[in-house]
């Protein structure tokens, strides 16, 4: 091989390698989620049915968290999360009732439910 092909093979390595180091796993991604108990955060998993959702289940401790902070975590879960899957999503949920805790809007904005309420679930929308 040519020495001009060795370097152009090892800088393509290189950069191969420092590509892979700025791209979490989903698996990563939810360990660290997983593991904000400090945020309130119950547990995260992928869902079964479909991959590119990620569920937070976030407890009573998640409201003692300020609006303001939640909103930041959602976001970057939300932020981790796509660099990890494509076209990601993410739902943060009451851990108890499963209701939503935090809507996204076209942007990838967080709107967090206030503290005290969350937005109604599927099913207490059933007659």
Known sequence: MRRGAVANLLVAVAFVGSAAGHWPRPEEVIERIG???????VDARRDETVARLLIVRV???WAAVPAAERTALAEQWRRDWRA??????????????????????ANGRA???PAAQAAPSMNSLKP
């Open 35 to 41: 593991h904000a108990a400090a945020a309130g955060v």
């Open 84 to 105: 990890a899957v494509p076209n990601g999503l993410v739902g943060v949920v009451d851990a108890e009732r499963g209701d939503a805790v935090v809507n996204f809007d």
């Open 111 to 113: 709107r967090v439910a």
């Open 59 to 61: 407890g009573p401790s």
